[in-house]
């Protein structure tokens, strides 16, 4: 970048690393408090303000070069490297306290906005710099890191470009952030009429009136061991659809795999662990070409087809926009006349604590796909699943909407933001 460079010691009003792990231990955590920060919360370039620890008043206090405030960075140096976020002024919490595995930095804001400087190192170029002295041996970690942070050079344009780079960049962050809450709150809607309908057997009657509430006869059910609706039965999650399993292709063989969008798409766990935010998805890091297909015997799954990951880890879940495969992580539910993919989609969510107690093994947890054939479910009357059906389809044709549009977004400001801080590209 085409740039004034400045040494990042000069921008810097305080640098500091995380407390000793020591200083926070598992019965420092209260229920309310101070956050405690993790990496998932430094994994965009906003703090994400969710999955909270929480420390007192007092032990925050006692850990006061550990406390970022608003206005402050802050920056993963152990574990998933890479990971840096601003805290915005608006933030929830006025205080947090960084963990063991990141540093934070305050900087001297009539030289640099904060917001720009983070954008900065989401490009190729400030990631590129950031991993620049990234030890090799043992656990990610960046050596030395807030002495060689220091040291980086930092392509410096004058305060007034930086802030029109930040609103152009903001602007397209802030209507993404919008489509995520729109989608979250029809989540809600979704899931709430599951329970309702499913769990609480409050579904509408032939007179359109709340089921059980109504006084609908039940019935005990002894494999169940509860009462259901009358005409329900009991089954499994095999009663859902086909159940399948995916592998991966011989690595060695770089004809196996190929880019994202240009063979079949092939999805790993990781993939669903990007894309925890988006209920729907398309495509992985890479996909696997024909000849990839045929080397590891992979079956090609429908669109609708429910993703369940069942290894490393347990519960990541998706619904498939386009015709698919997935590795050996998953167990998968290709639909079936009766069941559709949402009612599929949260059936499943509602049956994973059952579906984890049953997994096994000693170095990382699985479940098999016979054990997880097996697991008990209660099966509705066929016309009351048609009818929840059509109740959320345009919840979920809205919801595929918002992630396809914030995937166009995405694209747009990550295209932008290295030609905006170039110079390619001006703001008026």
């Known amino acids: ?180 809450r729109i989608n979250t709150e029809l989540e809600n809607i979704a899931k709430n009429l599951y329970d309702y309908w499913f769990k609480q057997f409050d579904f509408p009657d032939i007179n359109g009136k709340p089921y059980k509430s109504s006084g609908g006869k039940m019935i005990y059910n002894d494999k169940l061991k509860r009462e259901i609706p009358e005409g329900w039965t009991d089954g499994s999650l095999d009663d859902l659809g086909k159940i399948v399993g995916g592998s991966t292709p011989s690595t060695n063989n770089s004809e196996h795999f190929t880019d994202a969008g240009m063979g079949i798409s092939w999805i790993t766990p990781n993939d669903l662990s990007n894309n925890l935010m988006n209920k729907f998805i398309t495509n992985g890091a890479q996909d696997v070409t024909n000849q990839g297909i045929k080397n590891a015997s992979l079956k090609i799954y429908p669109k609708g087809t429910v993703l369940l990951s069942t290894r490393a880890p347990i519960g990541y879940m998706s619904i498939a926009r386009q015709e698919l495969t997935t590795n050996q992580g998953f167990k998968s539910f290709i639909p079936n006349k009766r069941f559709s993919s949402a009612f599929i989609y949260y059936t499943l969510k509602t049956s994973m604590k059952a579906i984890t107690q049953y997994a096994s093994g000693s170095t990382f947890k699985e479940i098999s796909g016979s054990v997880l054939k097996t697991v008990k479910i209660c ?29 166009q977004l995405s694209q747009l400001r990550d295209w932008l933001m290295p030609m905006l801080m170039n110079g390619q590209v001006k703001v008026n």
């Open 379 to 407: 099966c509705p009357n066929i016309q009351i699943v048609e009818k929840y059906t059509v109740s959320v389809e345009p919840i979920f044709n809205r919801q595929d909407l918002l992630e396809l549009e914030n995937q």
């Open 1 to 180: 970048m085409n740039k004034k460079m400045t040494r990042i010691s000069d921008l810097i009003n305080e640098i500091s690393m995380g407390p000793f792990g020591s200083d926070i231990k598992v019965d420092s955590f209260v229920n309310y408090g101070v956050p405690v920060l993790n990496g998932s919360n430094v994994n965009s370039v906003k703090l994400t303000e969710r999955s909270f620890n929480y420390v007192t008043t007092e032990k925050a206090d006692s850990l006061k070069k550990a406390n970022a405030r608003r206005g402050d960075i802050v920056v993963t140096h152990r574990g998933t490297l890479g990971q840096i976020s601003y805290i915005p002024e608006d933030s929830k919490f006025d205080r947090y306290v960084i963990s063991q595995s990141q540093f934070r930095v305050s900087l001297k804001k009539n030289l640099i906005n904060p917001i720009y400087f983070t954008y900065y190192f989401h490009t190729k170029e400030g990631q590129k710099r950031l991993l620049s002295f990234k030890s090799h041996v043992g656990v990610p970690a960046l050596a030395q890191a807030t002495t060689n942070f220091r040291l980086l050079q930092f392509p410096l344009p004058p305060l007034a470009n930086q802030d029109k780079v930040v609103s152009v960049l903001t602007l397209l962050d802030a209507k993404i952030e919008i489509n995520n």
